[in-house]
Each structure stands twice: as C-alpha cells, then as structure tokens.
C-alpha cells in the first residue's frame, strides 16, 4: 500500500525528531511491503521567516490532500514579538480548524523500564499507568466570541465559552468508541455546577451513554478530576472534556508519567484523517544538538499507522520496538538517571528502527 503523508517538521527540535519518526517509518515500510511517500511544508516559526504568517494556504492544501500529517513542535522565543494573531501557535489552531480536527487523543502511560521517573508515590502506580485523555479540540473558549470593552473598573477583555450539542456528541462518542476497545470506562470532566456551557455538555454526554451500555460513565468537576489524577491515576480509563480543561488535565496527565518526552497525541476529524505530534514543546535550547529524544514523535507515527491507516500490526511493530530499547537501556538525556550512557537523537532514532521486526 501506499501512503501520502504531509510533514511538518516544526521549529527547534521538530525537524531532528520527525527525521528518526520518518527514519522507522521507512522501516516499517520495507518489512510490511508498505511506501510512504513525504510531502514537506512550512509551518510555525519557520513559516513566519519565509513566508510572513505561521500557516499559508499552501500548507493548507497539502495537508488537506494528504492521508495524514505528522508535525513536529512549533514556536520558540525568537517569535515572542510577534502580534498574537501571527505566532507561530496559531499555526496549530489553524490546521485544527482547517482540516476539521475536532478530537485530541493524549495517552498517558507509564514504560516499567521508566517507572521510577513517576513523581508519584511507588503504591499509587503500581501496576501502571494507562489512560487516554479525549479532548474536544475546535470548540469552545478557544473557538468562541472575543473582545473589549470597557467597564467601571476600566478596560476588560472577554472569551466565551460555547458548546453546541452537535459538538458535544461527536466528540462523546469518540470516547465511548475507544472506551468499548479499552476498559470500557468514560468519565466525563466539566464544571457543571457552575457553568451552563457544561451543564449541557453533561446532558449530552448522558444521552451518548445510552447507546454504549456496556460502558461504565462517571461525571467529575474538573478541579476534582486534576486532584484525582495525582491522587489515585489507576481509576481512569477514558476522560472526556472540553478544549480549555483538555488542555489543562493532559498536560498534568503527562506529567504523572515522569516523561514528557514519551508520548504521543492524535488529533482526528470525520472519518479516518488525522494529525500526529508529540506532546512536547519545541524546545529551542537544545535544537540541533542530537539531544532530544525522538520516542514521542516515532510513537505519534504509530498512533498514524493505527488510526488512520488501520496497520495495527505495524503499529505493534514500533510500538515493540520503543520498548525494546528502553529495556536494553537506552537512554536520551531527559529519561536518563545519574551515570546512564545517554544516547543522541540519531542513535536513539536508529536503533528504534533496527528494532522494528
């Protein structure tokens, strides 16, 4: 089979990582009888110095005609006097927006050869930890109403927070479809003992519930739902919230793991379309030095192969592979404990490659 996927490379690390996910790709290709063929755009930071704005319409349209894209981190300080409206982040609300990407995947899990990078106490992850956090990903505060205007305690700004009904169900039932190939439990985080935007976000994602009996459905308040995380992790399976607490909690979540740099996101639309990236930032201090650890960006290309192309065997493949150089010890500098040999990018990205069976 053949595959078109749009690359974003990204700014700061983005490139050195992509390179090592499209690195095992090609590996993955040449074991299961599969090509994937590159189209590279701009956008970002890099988009801005070549083009002036951090999202054309030309990377538009390739990504659009594209089976999937891969993107590596965007943004960094050398674009911190930018107007809002022309940093390189808004690259990412574009592409969201503009290929219809409604719903983030955020799994946050813990490898045993890195359990003891978990900040959390030894008995509240033992056993490990797995969720998945769906985030609705183009509505909401993000999305909604802007602006100014004066008031008696001088000039205010404002942000609304909307959520249609439509919006709310498509993104429940992302959540109860993976909950039924999981552990088949969903909860549900709002504010909805306060806001009327999560009151009906609630009933909505009740009426979701019904046609999934099998799936067990809670409901936490989302400051519960942050202490939750940290005080007992192993009671969640699927968490479902909005794009302003999404963003929140999957960020806490990753930070349980202990390692920022391991996971990986999707963010799919109708159909099977997505946009793979990892979680982490840009991280402008150690670009092009071989430093960064790739894992995240390669697991991003497997969470590709699975949900949009459906080669859950090779997904399994890189998967498998990433666990196999962890137990053989291999360590980029932000995984690695006092005294570890710490791999480079490169390395890192080969050996995962010539892991893949």
């Known amino acids: 089979m053949k595959y078109n996927?749009?690359?974003?490379?990204?700014?700061?690390?983005?490139?050195?990582?992509?390179?090592?996910?499209?690195?095992?790709?090609?590996?993955v290709g040449e074991i299961y009888g599969h090509e994937f063929e590159y189209h590279e755009v701009l956008a970002g930071g890099c988009s801005i110095d070549e083009y002036?704005?951090?999202?054309?319409?030309?990377?538009?349209?390739?990504?659009?005609?594209?089976?999937?894209?891969?993107?590596g981190a965007v943004g960094g300080p050398k674009w911190d006097s930018q107007p809002s409206d022309?940093?390189?982040?808004?690259?990412?609300?574009?592409?969201?927006?503009?290929?219809?990407?409604?719903?983030?995947?955020?799994?946050?899990?813990?490898?045993?050869?890195?359990a003891d990078a978990c900040p959390l106490k030894q008995e509240l992850v033992e056993g490990g930890i797995d969720l998945v956090i769906v985030r609705e990903l183009i509505g909401g505060i993000y999305f909604g109403e802007r602006g100014s205007r004066e008031t008696p305690m001088g000039p205010a700004a404002y942000d609304i927070e909307q959520y249609s009904e439509g919006e709310v169900r498509r993104i429940a039932k992302i959540a109860f479809d993976m909950a039924m190939k999981r552990r088949k439990k969903v909860t549900s985080v709002d504010?909805?003992?306060?806001l009327d935007s999560s009151?009906?976000?609630?009933?909505?994602?009740?009426?979701?519930?019904?046609?999934?009996?099998?799936?067990?459905?809670?409901?936490?308040?989302?400051?519960?739902?942050?202490?939750?995380?940290?005080?007992?992790?192993?009671?969640?399976?699927?968490?479902?919230t909005s794009n302003l607490f999404g963003d929140i909690l999957s960020d806490e979540a990753s930070q349980v793991t202990g390692s920022i740099?391991?996971?990986?996101?999707?963010?799919?639309?109708?159909?099977?379309?997505?946009?793979?990236?990892?979680?982490?930032?840009?991280?402008?201090?150690?670009?092009?030095?071989?430093?960064?650890?790739?894992?995240?960006?390669?697991?991003?290309?497997a969470m590709m192969l699975r949900y949009t192309f459906g080669l859950g065997k090779e997904a399994d493949a890189i998967e498998n592979a990433v666990k196999h150089v962890l137990k053989?010890?291999?360590?980029?500098?932000?995984?690695?404990?006092?005294?570890?040999?710490?791999?480079?990018?490169?390395?890192?990205?080969?050996?995962?490659?010539?892991?893949?069976?």
């Open 191 to 194: 504010k909805a003992n306060v």
């Open 328 to 357: 053989d010890g291999v360590r980029t500098g932000d995984i690695a404990k006092p005294g570890e040999k710490i791999s480079g990018t490169v390395e890192t990205g080969r050996l995962i490659a010539e892991a893949v069976k």
């Open 261 to 301: 740099g391991m996971l990986p996101s999707a963010s799919l639309g109708e159909g099977s379309f997505g946009m793979y990236e990892p979680i982490h930032g840009s991280a402008p201090d150690i670009a092009g030095q071989d430093k960064a650890n790739p894992m995240a960006t390669i697991l991003s290309a």
């Open 52 to 71: 002036g704005k951090p999202l054309t319409q030309e990377t538009l349209d390739v990504c659009k005609d594209s089976d999937a894209v891969l993107l």
């Open 5 to 27: 996927i749009a690359v974003i490379k990204g700014d700061g690390i983005g490139p050195s990582v992509v390179e090592q996910a499209m690195l095992v790709l090609d590996r």
């Open 199 to 240: 009151r009906l976000w609630r009933r909505v994602v009740e009426e979701v519930a019904q046609d999934y009996p099998e799936v067990e459905l809670n409901h936490f308040y989302v400051d519960n739902a942050a202490m939750q995380i940290v005080r007992n992790p192993k009671q969640f399976d699927v968490i479902l």
């Open 86 to 114: 022309n940093r390189p982040e808004r690259a990412l609300l574009g592409l969201r927006k503009g290929l219809g990407l409604f719903a983030n995947l955020r799994p946050a899990m813990i490898f045993d050869e890195l």
